[in-house]
Each structure stands twice: as structure tokens, then as C-alpha cells.
């Protein structure tokens, strides 16, 4: 499975931006996708994730700011982010995970948000 992430910008606090992902395979098994980020000298986090059936799990630090939608038949992914502050800046990266038999997780190769302030 390969994921390609594109959408991160430079973007003044307070302004938006949206990241998208699409996945190379309608594997049904991928069961779900969403997107963790990395700032600078820190452990990559969770940001959101969504399940094929369209449940959302956010980082607290993110709810009623991001928004985490899936297109099941486009093999994709999208994060629409509201109200970005300067601590969001971070390299965001795209995730699938695989259930079952063959159970893996799969990254997209990143894209750089960051925020001014």
C-alpha cells in the first residue's frame, strides 16, 4: 500500500488548511486511515483517525478545530484545519492501517505544515 500526502503550507495563526491522502489499493482490509505529525525534536502524535465505517478519533488538542473525512470508494483521506496556531506546525504525515491476517501500518511520506504567528 503506498499513501501520498500533499497539502501543507505556510499559514498565519488563525487561518486553514487542508491536507489529503489517497491510497494506492480499495483494500477492504484497510480499515483505517487518518494522520499522526511530527514537530521538531518530538514523538510523532496522533492527530485524527477514521475508520472505514466513518468513525472519527481526535487528539484532544485538535477537536472542534480539524475535521477528519473519508471517501471509501477514492481511496482517500482529507484533514481540514481551522483556527491553526503556531504549535500545529509539524511535519503531518498520512496513516493506514492494514486489520486482520496481514495486519501492518502504512505511512505517506509527509507534508509541511507550518504556522506563523
Known amino acids: 500500500v503506498q499513501l501520498v500526502d500533499s497539502g501543507g503550507g505556510l499559514v498565519q495563526a488563525g487561518g486553514s488548511l487542508s491536507l489529503f491522502c489517497i491510497a494506492s489499493t480499495s483494500d477492504l482490509s484497510i480499515r483505517i486511515m487518518g494522520w499522526y505529525r511530527q514537530a521538531p525534536g518530538k514523538q510523532r502524535e496522533l492527530v485524527a483517525t477514521v475508520t472505514r465505517g466513518g468513525t472519527g478519533n481526535y487528539a484532544e488538542s485538535v477537536i472542534g478545530r480539524f475535521t477528519i473525512s473519508r471517501e471509501n470508494t477514492k481511496n482517500t483521506v482529507d484533514l481540514q484545519m481551522n483556527s491553526l496556531k503556531p504549535e500545529d506546525t509539524a511535519v503531518y504525515y498520512c496513516?493506514?492501517?492494514?486489520?486482520?491476517?496481514?495486519?501492518?501500518?502504512?505511512w505517506g511520506q509527509g507534508t509541511q505544515v507550518t504556522v506563523s504567528s
Open positions: 496513516y493506514a492501517r492494514r486489520l486482520g491476517a496481514f495486519e501492518s501500518d502504512y
